[in-house]
């Protein structure tokens, strides 16, 4: 790696184990990474160069590029799905406008490659529920989903009219023992955990039924340097591809939960994230991900239910 890689939103969910790995196999000095305020993670603040970014901010986000000699850009900042709907305006300007602001810095000649995340919140009620397919209807019900929607177009365009190698999966229901929740229709699948080694009990808001698809966290860190330093020729689709590793439902998971943490117990007390849980699917095709770069994932739902319960029982 000759430049740099710029990583915003390092401090969410995603971001703080995508620095990890970036200066793992590269190296701390080659991983900037930039949150809006300053890193509580002493880890990410003192392992390389960390920026604070306000990706809004276009002429910061220019001098940050600049000064740190940058090449690839990770933009991860984004209001997620349950988070934008209690601010709609907010929601739709920060995942919009961050996104055109690193779009036009490639645009322009200042970075050579973007990663920008999408999100199976770009489907939605018309959207075949089982083995979506990469291209179907979308017709997204929430800010999030509208504005990774918008996104993914402008994404084909920059690369269509400019030749812009911006690069992108939609990201399933993300888990992972590293982070807390951030505000997603689907990080109960984060929290049950916590609660079931803390108090033996989950309450959980969404109906016992709820099929989502979902991915263990180190595979979606794979799968974002694997299609990020793939061969540009390989990356057949510039809107965004389909991602998936497994799919269950919360009584599924607390069932499994349940054969290994005793006396754990679910109950349930739905809240609006069931109607935006509903408007998504329950399986995902994603076979052009696996046939055009490879993608392939490493953790079953087993796998991924010992890992969660084996580190979080250490903290």
């Not at 069931?274 to 991900?289: K, N, T, Y």
Request: net charge neutral.
């Amino acid at each position: 790696m000759n430049k740099k890689s710029l990583v915003i939103g390092a401090g969410g969910q995603v971001g703080s184990e995508l620095v990890d790995e970036l200066r793992r196999l590269y190296g701390g000095s080659q991983v900037v990474a930039s949150d809006i305020k300053p890193s509580t993670n002493k880890e990410l603040a003192e392992s390389g160069p960390f920026e604070v970014l306000d990706v809004l901010d276009r002429d910061s986000l220019l001098r940050i590029v600049k000064k740190h000699h940058v090449g690839t850009v990770y933009n991860l900042a984004a209001l997620l799905s349950a988070t934008a709907e209690k601010n709609p305006e907010f929601g739709w300007k920060l995942n919009m406008e961050g996104h055109f602001n690193v779009l036009d810095l490639a645009r322009e000649g200042h970075i050579s490659r973007i990663f920008w995340p999408s999100s199976i919140a770009v489907f939605g009620p018309g959207t075949p529920k089982v083995g979506t397919p990469q291209d179907c209807v979308m017709d997204p019900s929430t800010v999030y989903g509208i504005s990774k929607l918008a996104g993914e177009r402008w994404s084909a365009y920059y690369h269509q009219r400019w030749g812009v190698d911006v690069r992108s999966v939609r990201y399933p229901g993300l888990i992972s023992y590293k982070t807390l929740p951030g505000g997603g229709t689907t990080d109960y699948a984060v929290d049950i955990f916590y609660k079931a080694i803390s108090q033996r009990k989950y309450t959980c808001f969404l109906k016992a039924d709820t099929n989502l698809p979902m991915l263990y966290m180190p595979d979606a860190i794979k799968a974002t340097i694997d299609i990020t330093e793939a061969p540009s020729q390989d990356i057949k689709i510039r809107s965004s591809y389909n991602l998936a590793g497994f799919s269950f439902t919360p009584n599924e998971l607390a069932q499994l939960i349940a054969k290994r943490v005793s006396g754990f117990e679910i109950s349930y007390d739905i809240d609006f994230r069931q109607q935006i849980a509903e408007s998504w699917p329950g399986s995902i095709d994603d076979s052009e991900a696996r046939k055009h770069w490879g993608w392939n994932n490493s953790y079953s739902i087993n796998d991924m239910v010992d890992d969660m319960l084996t580190n979080l029982s250490k903290q």
